[in-house]
C-alpha cells in the first residue's frame, strides 16, 4: 500500500490506494481542491465588508483567506458553497450565487 499521497494520481490502482479511514499525511487537505463540488458560490462584495471579521472562523473549509488583518477574496479551491459565511455576516458583504464560479 502507497502513503505517499503525493503519489497517488487518477491512474492509481485501487490496491494501491490508501485504506479507508487512514491518515497517511498530515495536512494533506490543502493538496486536494474540493471546491468543484460547489454548487451555490459565494460572492464578497468589498465594498459592504466592514472587516469584523466574523465570517473567518465559522468557515468549515478555512477557504477564507486574512492578509494583514484584513480579510480577502475566498479561496475557490477548498471553498464547498455551505453558504454559512453569508448567514453570520451582519453587513451583506457575502452574496450566495447559484452554481459555480
Not at 463540488?37 to 483567506?65: G, N
Not at 494583514?68 to 450565487?97: L, N, S, T, W
Request: with cysteine; proline share 5%.
Amino acid at each position: 500500500m502507497k502513503t505517499d499521497i503525493n503519489k497517488l494520481g487518477l491512474d492509481v490502482k485501487w490496491q494501491d490506494m490508501t485504506t479507508g479511514t487512514s491518515v497517511v499525511h498530515s495536512g494533506s487537505s490543502a493538496q486536494f481542491n474540493t471546491g468543484d463540488w460547489r454548487v451555490d458560490t459565494p460572492h464578497f462584495l468589498e465594498d459592504q465588508c466592514k472587516q469584523c471579521l466574523l465570517c473567518v472562523p465559522v468557515c468549515p473549509d478555512s477557504s477564507i483567506p486574512v492578509v494583514d488583518g484584513k480579510r480577502v477574496d475566498f479561496d475557490y479551491d477548498h471553498c464547498k458553497g455551505c453558504g454559512i459565511c453569508a448567514k453570520v455576516c451582519p453587513f451583506g458583504a457575502i452574496e450566495m450565487r447559484k452554481g459555480a464560479k
